[in-house]
C-alpha cells in the first residue's frame, strides 16, 4: 500500500486545516487508517485512528489533546483519509504521517504506531501564534 498525504501549511492560531492521504494498491474499507504527528525533536505522537467494525460501521479514536477539535473521516470509494483540524494551536506544529493496518487494530493497540503497516511521506504542519 502507497500512502500519499497532503493538505499541510501555514496557519494562524485558531485556524483550520484539512489534511488528506490518499492510498494506493489496496482498497482501504477494511483497513485500520491513522494519523500520527511528529514536532521537531519530540517522539511520534498518536492524533487520530478509524478502525473499521463491521459492514459500513468504523470507530474513530483521538488523543485526548484533539477530541473536540479533529476529526477524522474515510471516504473508502476514493480511497481516501482526511484529517479535518479546527481551532489549531502552535503546539499542533508537527509533521503529520497518515498510516494503514491492514485489518481492524485492536483498540488497545490502535495507539501504538508501531502497528501501522504502510506510511505516507509526511505534510508539515505550522501554527503560527
Known amino acids: 500500500v502507497q500512502l500519499q498525504a497532503s493538505g499541510g501549511g501555514l496557519v494562524q492560531a485558531g485556524g483550520s486545516l484539512r489534511l488528506s492521504c490518499v492510498a494506493s494498491?489496496?482498497?482501504?474499507?477494511?483497513?485500520?487508517l491513522g494519523w500520527f504527528r511528529q514536532a521537531p525533536g519530540k517522539e511520534r505522537e498518536f492524533v487520530a485512528a478509524s478502525r473499521w467494525l463491521s459492514g459500513s460501521a468504523y470507530s474513530s479514536y483521538y488523543a485526548d489533546s484533539m477530541k473536540g477539535r479533529f476529526t477524522i473521516s474515510r471516504d473508502n470509494a476514493k480511497n481516501t483519509v482526511y484529517l479535518q483540524m479546527n481551532s489549531l494551536k502552535p503546539e499542533d506544529t508537527a509533521v503529520y504521517y497518515c498510516?494503514?493496518?491492514?485489518?481492524?487494530?485492536?483498540?488497545?493497540?490502535?495507539?501504538?504506531?508501531?502497528?501501522?503497516?504502510?506510511w505516507g511521506q509526511g505534510t508539515e504542519v505550522t501554527v503560527s501564534s
Open positions: 498510516a494503514a493496518r491492514s485489518g481492524s487494530l485492536i483498540s488497545s493497540r490502535i495507539r501504538d504506531w508501531v502497528q501501522y503497516e504502510s
Open positions: 494498491g489496496r482498497t482501504m474499507g477494511s483497513y485500520t
